[in-house]
């Protein structure tokens, strides 16, 4: 079909259009536009062509693509962060010394950045190139294409008939383009973005999340999907449901209506560990028997996790001091148990029941969490969310990755000092999917801690990560945890050195260990 009786077909008006967001490739320039801001949107085409089409639209017209919007504002932002103060178009602070990253993450400011000085006056002025009477109809200008709209959705089509302006992508943004981007506000985009999210927050199940920044303009990734249960990747093999199984023996009311009560009949303590202190002396040679040469502990006393109702000194679901202060794995009861929906056994899968607050931080940390309310040692959080991925694959992004950026792998290795297959061994990823704790930040002195919370015994590779306050903490106090997650014996040793991309903490503890990982 010709481009121009493609052309001819559009029937846009102004104000009721969108920009199809799954055929934007990316945000390339900014501008205000008779007082508003416009964006130059870089077009996908079927086949690949060193000049996609190019178009410049009002930001009510990109709330499809908004992602888009906002990786390009936070490049834009970064790229003014690194440019000398001369160049400067406004008051911002002098940049950081030596910071090299821009090479690292593809940004048009950084490609322009690098040869600008190369650029021809002929490519200037975006808005002094003709353009042919249908795009002028619509009032919107594009380069090496048509526009197409269809339901007031706008499609950009690449077409090169003579009349069709043409602006090489290698150009783009061209010095002068780059110089407005600079200089013109780009506040509407910013909060749109930061709508958008607080909308999407609104939608989690649970308590309110809440969004606060009153350090600068930029907003979370929308690049993420809020979710409640792990989603699985490709490769990553998993547990036959039919190997879980539930406690037999146990019912809602065995005495006092919470459930399981006795641990030795609650089969979902099998592989908890013994509670050495309640052994009897009977049991003694037995257990360590069993302890050198393996076998079951079925038998030896062990302990229920959480504190119930009757006592008057925890509160009720916070986490005994056996699990609190050690690193044992917490087998809950499942659905296949006959202890019923309110056993004492059953408390992480129920998932998050606090406010919480994601803000950024002022010190260089990105975004952090605290809770709304007060919290007690031992209370649960909500767990670490994300895809889980295989090693390979966590590997592989790791790779993939700037060593600047921040991480949100997490391996789930508890048992990988057992016999157990490496290979399966997985990685939560909580980057683009997850829930709000992937904003905990870490401390040398955190006031979280992380436990693993099963609810099939017999599965080792996939199992929750479960974050508890691990001492009282105020209402809004930053909620850390040790991402280095060090069993107690290994006490505070020596700071690691780092190896090549060591991230320096900026924790700010008095035990600092120095490094975030090595
Ligand atoms: C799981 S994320 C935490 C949320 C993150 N701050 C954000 O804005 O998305 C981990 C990343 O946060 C940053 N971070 C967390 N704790 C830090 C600390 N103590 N010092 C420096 N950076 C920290 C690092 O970039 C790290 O890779």
């Given amino acids: 079909m010709s481009s121009t009786a493609w052309v001819s077909r559009v029937e846009v008006r102004a104000g009721e259009s969108r920009v199809r967001a799954d055929k934007v490739h990316s945000i390339l320039a900014n501008r205000l536009k008779h007082g508003d801001e416009q964006y130059l949107v870089r077009w996908i085409t079927k086949s690949s062509t060193p000049n996609p089409p190019l178009s410049w639209h009002y930001i ?10 906002q990786v390009y504002l936070d490049s834009r932002e970064e790229a003014l962060g690194n440019l000398p103060p001369q160049e400067h178009p406004s008051k911002r602070k002098s940049p950081d010394s030596g910071d090299a990253d821009s090479e690292r993450h593809p940004s048009p400011f950084g490609r322009r950045l690098n040869d600008g000085s190369r650029e021809s006056s002929s490519s200037r002025s975006s808005s002094l190139v003709p353009l042919t009477g249908a795009t002028r109809s619509l009032g919107i200008e594009i380069y090496n294409g048509v526009i197409k709209s269809e339901y007031n959705i706008i499609y950009g089509k690449a077409a090169s008939a003579p009349d069709i302006p043409k602006l090489e992508l290698s150009r783009v943004p061209t010095p002068w383009m780059l110089q407005e981007s600079w200089s013109s506000k780009v506040d509407v985009a910013a909060r749109m973005i930061r709508t958008e999210y607080v909308r999407r927050l609104a939608k989690v199940p649970g308590p309110p999340i809440h969004l606060v920044n009153i350090y600068d303009s930029t907003t979370p ?3 993420f999907k809020y979710i409640t249960e792990y989603v699985y990747g490709e490769g ?3 547990a036959d449901p039919g190997s879980q199984v539930g406690c037999q023996k146990c019912s809602p009311s065995m005495s006092r209506n919470i459930g399981c009560e006795y641990t030795q009949k609650c089969d979902c303590l ?3 560990d013994v509670d050495e202190k309640r052994l009897r002396e009977d049991q003694r040679a037995l257990y360590e028997k069993v302890m050198a040469e393996g076998g079951s502990t079925v038998g030896f006393p062990k302990k229920f996790p959480y504190y119930t109702q009757d006592t008057t000194t925890h509160k009720p679901g916070t986490l005994v001091g056996f699990y609190l202060h050690s690193r044992r794995m917490i087998y ?3 659905d296949k148990c006959k202890c019923g929906n309110y056993c004492r056994n059953k408390n992480v899968q129920f998932g998050r029941r606090k406010e919480v607050e994601i803000f950024k931080t002022p010190d260089g940390r990105g975004w952090g ?10 209370e649960f959080i909500d767990t670490y969310r994300g895809e889980v991925i295989t090693d390979a694959e966590a590997t592989r992004r790791e790779r993939s990755a700037s060593k600047a950026k921040a991480s949100y792998l997490y391996e789930l290795d508890k ?4 016999n157990i297959d490496p290979s399966r061994i997985c990685v939560v990823d909580g980057e683009f999917m997850g829930g709000p704790t992937k904003f905990i930040n870490h401390s040398c002195e955190p006031n979280c801690r992380q436990y693993t ?3 099939n015994k017999f599965d080792i590779y996939i199992y929750d990560i479960a974050l508890f306050a691990c001492r009282d903490i105020p209402a809004g106090e930053e909620l850390t945890f040790d991402y280095m997650d060090r069993e107690e014996e290994e006490g505070d040793s020596k700071t690691p050195e780092p190896g090549e991309g060591g991230v320096p903490c900026l924790c700010g503890a008095k035990k600092c260990r120095k490094w975030l990982w090595t």
């Avoid at 969490?369 to 031992?378: M, S």
């Avoid at 048992?415 to 057992?418: G, L, N, S, T, V």
């Fill in 369 to 378: 969490l605290r809770c709304k309310e007060d919290l007690v040692e031992g």
């Fill in 332 to 334: 809950e009861c499942n």
């Fill in 60 to 69: 009510w017209e990109l709330s499809r693509c908004l992602e888009q919007v």
């Fill in 415 to 418: 048992f990988a000092d057992d």
């Fill in 236 to 238: 990553v093999v998993r």
């Fill in 453 to 455: 919370v099963s609810y």
């Fill in 270 to 272: 099998e592989f908890a």
């Fill in 221 to 223: 990734s929308l690049r």
